[in-house]
Structures are given as structure tokens and as C-alpha cells.
């Protein structure tokens, strides 16, 4: 079944335009935050556009820098913080006043912060493929990629540290990660090749770094763990087995918060929605039925 989708442009208070896509007209909604940053959100609406029914719509829009919205070059923009502003300016434009927030990815750090920020605003927060202790990230990261073998460490390591990372072996290196640990399909859903294809970097170099295995940029020392027991809204958190957010990133999520559950796929990296779609949107609907 075809769900009808409206799309809105939306100013906001910095005078950029936003594009905001909404799928179904149920009274509850649920808020997509996409990975990134930069990253258009197409690859996560359009697999989550099934749970637009008679009680959800769900909504998703192209975060500033990304997508069908204002682009624009400044990486003053680029922090959570005004990122953050920017998820509540679109939740009041849809005249939602409370959502179920999920965020996947970098997400995740928004919507951490969200929660944190506006937490009479979330009715339930669905932490998918995410972390919000970013040191522990990077040591879990450099241990996925120590499976890599020390030669390819080293390489890899020398590669960063000469500024030579755009090198054909390097980039062999982040394939081979990227297919272990981003999405273990033989061949990628065209919605998430679409939205790599329109990555735009600048958002991203600002705020992450170069690719998903370094972290350079200003969130790099960011951890908001200890903080997440002031989140009392009911949490699902998910990861998949093979995590480049590793299910050990959503085990530390899961005993902060107070009032969570989690689920680990077991067949899945960083996209169960394309890897395991049958078993993560029954544990995604299972979740949101008991609210």
C-alpha cells in the first residue's frame, strides 16, 4: 500500500527553509531524525513511512544543509544546539504538541539532546543505532576495525595522521567496514544509495569528521550519559549485532535511562530497517502499541 505524502517548506527563526514530509493524518506523531548530519532523509522516511496509520503520521524532514532544503555555507550552523532548535521549530510547524522522537544514528545525539531540552514535548523516545558517549564510541569503533588486522590498522592510521585518506587503499579499508558494519546487505536499498549519493560533507566534517570511523570534529569529546536519567518518557533503544554504533554503545544507553527496553537484531549492522524489516518494525510497532 502507497501511503500519500505532503511536503511543506518551513522558514525558520535563522530565515533558512526547511523541507518537512508527512505521511498520514493520525492524531499522534512520530518524528524521524536522520542520520548525518548532512545525510538527506529519504534512506529512514521511506522505509518508516509503513507506520503512518489510523493513530500515527509520521513525519520527517531534510535537516538544514541537506535534501531539498536550504543549503547554506556556514558552519557556524553546525551544532546540536541550533540543530536542536531546529527539530522544535518543525514539531511546532506541524502543530504537534508532543511526538514520538525516533532518531537513528546521529540521530540520536539529536534526539538525546531533545529529549534533555524539551522533555514535556516527547510522549516516547526510540533511540535507533545510536550513542551518546562519543569517547567510548571512537574506542569501540577502533576495536571493530582492529578485526581489520594490524597491517590495515597501521595503514590506516598513517593514512589519517598524512592527511592522505582519499588513497584507494584507505577507501578499500572504509568499503570493507562500511559492509561489515553500516548495512550487511550484498546490494543496498536504492532510497539509502540515493541519500549517500547527496550526502553533503560540510555539516558533517563540522560536527563528526571525515568518514563513520574518525571523529575530528566538535562533538567528538561529547557524552551525554550520565545525564539520561532525567529522560522519563518510555525508550525502546535498537541496535543490530554488527553495530558500527555497537550494541555495547546502546547497552550503556539502556541502564542510564530509567524506563527503557532494547533490542538487538542479529542479522543486522547499522540499518535493521533494510536488513531485518520484518523483526525490527514488530519490535518498533510491538513498542509503540504499549504506550
Same mark, same amino acid.
Given at each position: 500500500?502507497?501511503?500519500?505524502?505532503?511536503? %511543506?517548506?518551513?522558514?525558520?527563526?535563522?530565515?533558512?527553509?526547511?523541507?518537512?514530509?508527512?505521511?498520514?493524518?493520525?492524531? @499522534?506523531?512520530?518524528?524521524?531524525?536522520?542520520?548525518?548530519? #548532512? $545525510?538527506?532523509? %529519504?534512506?529512514?522516511? @521511506? *522505509?518508516?513511512?509503513?507506520?503512518?496509520?489510523?493513530?500515527?503520521?509520521?513525519?520527517?524532514?531534510?535537516?538544514?544543509?541537506?535534501?531539498?532544503?536550504?543549503?547554506?555555507?556556514?558552519?557556524? $550552523?553546525?551544532?546540536?544546539?541550533?540543530?536542536? /532548535?531546529?527539530?522544535?521549530?518543525?514539531?511546532?510547524?506541524?502543530?504537534?504538541?508532543?511526538?514520538?522522537?525516533?532518531?537513528?544514528?546521529?540521530?540520536?545525539?539529536? #534526539?538525546?539532546?531533545?529529549?534533555?531540552?524539551?522533555?514535556? %514535548?516527547? /510522549?516516547?523516545?526510540?533511540?535507533?543505532?545510536?550513542?551518546?558517549?562519543? *569517547?567510548?564510541?571512537?574506542?569501540?569503533?577502533?576495536? +571493530?576495525?582492529? &578485526?581489520?588486522?594490524?597491517?590495515?590498522?597501521?595503514? =590506516?592510521?598513517?593514512?589519517? &595522521?598524512?592527511?592522505?585518506?582519499?588513497?584507494?587503499?584507505?577507501?578499500?579499508?572504509?568499503?570493507?567496514?562500511?559492509?561489515?558494519?553500516?548495512?550487511?546487505?550484498?546490494?543496498?536499498?536504492?532510497?539509502?544509495?540515493?541519500?549517500?549519493?547527496?550526502?553533503?560533507? #560540510?555539516?558533517?566534517?563540522?560536527?563528526?569528521?571525515?568518514?563513520?570511523?574518525?571523529?575530528? #570534529?566538535?562533538?567528538?569529546?561529547?557524552?551525554?550519559? *550520565?545525564? =539520561?536519567?532525567?529522560?522519563?518518557?518510555?525508550?525502546?533503544?535498537?541496535?543490530?549485532?554488527?553495530? !558500527?554504533?555497537?550494541? /555495547?554503545?546502546?547497552?550503556?544507553?539502556?541502564? /542510564?535511562?530509567?524506563?527503557? %527496553?532494547?533490542?538487538?537484531?542479529?542479522?543486522?549492522?547499522? =540499518?535493521?530497517?533494510?536488513? !531485518?524489516? @520484518?523483526?525490527?518494525?514488530?519490535? +518498533?510497532?510491538?513498542?509503540?502499541?504499549?504506550?
Amino acid at each position: 500500500m502507497t501511503i500519500p505524502m505532503e511536503t %511543506r517548506r518551513i522558514k525558520l527563526a535563522e530565515g533558512y527553509e526547511v523541507v518537512v514530509y508527512i505521511h498520514g493524518d493520525g492524531p @499522534e506523531t512520530l518524528l524521524l531524525a536522520n542520520g548525518g548530519p #548532512g $545525510l538527506p532523509c %529519504r534512506y529512514l522516511r @521511506e *522505509p518508516h513511512a509503513r507506520l503512518a496509520d489510523g493513530r500515527f503520521r509520521v513525519v520527517a524532514w531534510d535537516q538544514l544543509g541537506c535534501g531539498a532544503s536550504d543549503r547554506p555555507d556556514d558552519s557556524s $550552523l553546525w551544532t546540536l544546539e541550533r540543530y536542536v /532548535a531546529e527539530a522544535d521549530q518543525v514539531r511546532a510547524a506541524v502543530g504537534a504538541e508532543r511526538v514520538h522522537f525516533l532518531g537513528h544514528s546521529w540521530g540520536s545525539w539529536l #534526539g538525546t539532546e531533545y529529549c534533555l531540552t524539551y522533555p514535556e %514535548r516527547v /510522549a516516547s523516545y526510540i533511540i535507533a543505532d545510536g550513542a551518546c558517549d562519543i *569517547p567510548h564510541l571512537v574506542s569501540e569503533l577502533n576495536r +571493530l576495525r582492529g &578485526a581489520l588486522g594490524s597491517e590495515t590498522v597501521a595503514m =590506516m592510521i598513517a593514512r589519517e &595522521a598524512a592527511g592522505t585518506i582519499d588513497h584507494p587503499e584507505y577507501q578499500a579499508a572504509i568499503t570493507l567496514l562500511n559492509y561489515r558494519h553500516v548495512c550487511r546487505l550484498a546490494e543496498w536499498p536504492e532510497s539509502l544509495t540515493a541519500s549517500l549519493a547527496e550526502w553533503n560533507m #560540510g555539516p558533517y566534517m563540522t560536527m563528526q569528521g571525515p568518514n563513520e570511523f574518525t571523529y575530528t #570534529g566538535n562533538m567528538k569529546d561529547w557524552n551525554r550519559v *550520565p545525564a =539520561m536519567s532525567a529522560i522519563e518518557a518510555p525508550c525502546l533503544v535498537i541496535a543490530g549485532k554488527y553495530d !558500527e554504533l555497537t550494541p /555495547a554503545c546502546s547497552y550503556k544507553m539502556h541502564a /542510564a535511562l530509567p524506563n527503557s %527496553r532494547i533490542a538487538i537484531f542479529d542479522h543486522s549492522s547499522h =540499518m535493521p530497517f533494510y536488513e !531485518e524489516p @520484518e523483526a525490527y518494525f514488530a519490535t +518498533l510497532s510491538g513498542f509503540l502499541a504499549g504506550l
